[in-house]
């Protein structure tokens, strides 16, 4: 396609005229497609990039725990795939959380760092998620076709690797879309700072007050919550915490311009552990307890752990941390 940016090539489909949009878009809704190859041949063309534009359709609550410190995590879109859908009620299907509100719509979009941060809800990496009962689930179950349930719509979803919390992208942006479809940036992130700098005007200042807890007259909001994933890199064998300015700018994490070195390799770290033979990513923890997410959630797990779902496809418990096994830190390498 003419003009298609590399980094976000479009989805694309074998239409014929035995094959018509309607039966793909049919297809993409049954669980009895999962398999069939035409969809899979389908699915594959929404490639994720360095540097591919993501998207988390989110709630006003969960904009206000991002604002806190919050990761990017869970079920998350290509930007290029949604980018029709600007209406507050059209993306209220996206959202992960159970809500409902309409009347204002919000998201974070940061840019992607690596593909290997993002699997395909209810493929190979994470099957249980296609046949979780929905009493155990939160919003619309996962049809394990790799697309969204949607009655018009061809929206291929992805969820972050593990369900992990992915460290913040330099950058990153809190959007809101209001009636009329009008796209409007509330904030971005500052890395060195670990802060969002507002960037809504007075014209939108009014849009602030949906959101929980966040002074529509604040123009910079510090994180107070700390991460449980973060990026490190080294320079000559030192190494130092780093930050992602996809797709090509990886450096130190330095308050001083002249400091924000290349680094030479980079890894997402992370902290891992085993709590009855159930892989988890540990978010938080002091001497006693600890707070985990389940890495492939399926009802075995489920049963075994009695975990959560907070929202779609993530589920989280708390453990004795005593209990927990092969607990230790784990670096994800990139190659740059």
Same mark, same amino acid.
């Given at each position: 396609?003419?003009? *298609?940016?590399?980094?976000?090539?479009?989805? $694309?489909?074998? !239409?014929?005229?035995? @094959?018509?949009?309607?039966?793909?878009?049919?297809?993409?809704?049954?669980?009895?497609?999962?398999?069939?190859?035409? @969809?899979?041949?389908? /699915?594959?063309? *929404?490639?994720?990039?360095?540097?591919?534009?993501?998207?988390?359709?989110? $709630?006003?609550?969960?904009?206000?725990?991002?604002?806190?410190?919050? %990761?990017?995590?869970?079920?998350?879109?290509?930007?290029?795939?949604?980018?029709?859908?600007?209406?507050?009620?059209?993306?209220?299907?996206?959202?992960?959380?159970?809500? +409902?509100?309409?009347?204002?719509?919000?998201?974070?979009?940061?840019?992607? =760092?690596?593909? %290997?941060?993002?699997?395909?809800?209810?493929?190979?990496?994470?099957?249980?998620?296609?046949? %979780?009962?929905?009493?155990?689930?939160?919003?619309?179950?996962?049809?394990?076709?790799?697309? $969204?349930?949607?009655?018009?719509? @061809?929206?291929?979803?992805?969820?972050?690797?593990?369900?992990?919390?992915?460290?913040?992208?330099? #950058?990153?942006?809190?959007?809101?879309?209001?009636?009329?479809?009008?796209?409007? =940036? %509330?904030? *971005?992130?500052?890395?060195?700072?670990?802060?969002? !700098?507002?960037?809504?005007?007075?014209?939108?200042?009014?849009?602030?007050?949906?959101?929980?807890?966040?002074?529509?007259?604040?123009?910079?909001?510090?994180? +107070?919550?700390?991460?449980?994933?973060?990026?490190?890199?080294?320079?000559?064998?030192?190494?130092?915490?780093?930050?992602?300015?996809?797709?090509?700018?990886?450096?130190?994490?330095?308050?001083?311009?002249?400091?924000?070195?290349? =680094?030479?390799?980079?890894?997402?770290?992370?902290?891992?552990?085993?709590?009855?033979?159930?892989?988890?990513?540990?978010?938080?923890?002091?001497?006693?307890?600890?707070? @985990? /997410?389940?890495? /492939?959630?399926? #009802?075995?797990?489920?049963?075994?752990?009695?975990?959560?779902?907070?929202?779609?496809?993530?589920?989280?418990?708390?453990?004795?941390?005593?209990?927990?096994?092969?607990?230790?830190?784990?670096?994800?390498?990139?190659?740059?």
């Amino acid at each position: 396609m003419i003009g *298609a940016d590399p980094l976000e090539p479009p989805l $694309s489909a074998p !239409l014929r005229r035995e @094959l018509g949009w309607t039966q793909v878009q049919r297809w993409s809704q049954s669980a009895a497609h999962r398999d069939d190859p035409v @969809l899979r041949q389908i /699915r594959q063309t *929404a490639a994720i990039f360095r540097g591919t534009r993501m998207t988390k359709v989110l $709630s006003a609550a969960q904009v206000s725990g991002f604002l806190g410190g919050w %990761l990017p995590y869970g079920f998350c879109y290509r930007s290029a795939d949604i980018a029709h859908l600007h209406e507050p009620a059209a993306l209220a299907d996206l959202r992960t959380d159970g809500s +409902t509100d309409t009347d204002v719509a919000f998201a974070l979009r940061w840019r992607a =760092v690596d593909p %290997l941060d993002y699997e395909v809800p209810g493929g190979p990496a994470q099957p249980g998620l296609a046949v %979780l009962p929905a009493h155990s689930r939160v919003g619309p179950m996962v049809l394990g076709t790799g697309f $969204s349930p949607s009655t018009d719509d @061809l929206v291929p979803e992805y969820v972050t690797a593990g369900f992990a919390d992915l460290p913040m992208p330099a #950058n990153a942006q809190l959007i809101a879309y209001v009636p009329g479809g009008e796209e409007v =940036v %509330l904030f *971005a992130y500052q890395p060195e700072q670990h802060g969002w !700098l507002r960037l809504a005007g007075p014209r939108w200042r009014a849009l602030l007050d949906h959101i929980p807890g966040v002074s529509p007259d604040r123009e910079y909001v510090p994180c +107070t919550t700390p991460g449980s994933s973060k990026l490190v890199g080294q320079i000559k064998d030192k190494e130092y915490e780093a930050v992602a300015d996809p797709p090509e700018e990886f450096r130190v994490r330095a308050l001083t311009r002249a400091a924000r070195y290349p =680094v030479e390799t980079l890894s997402r770290r992370a902290e891992q552990a085993l709590w009855r033979g159930v892989p988890t990513w540990v978010l938080q923890r002091d001497d006693t307890w600890a707070r @985990l /997410r389940l890495v /492939r959630p399926d #009802n075995d797990s489920l049963s075994i752990t009695g975990a959560r779902c907070y929202e779609r496809g993530v589920y989280e418990t708390w453990a004795p941390l005593g209990e927990l096994a092969d607990h230790h830190i784990a670096d994800i390498p990139y190659t740059l």
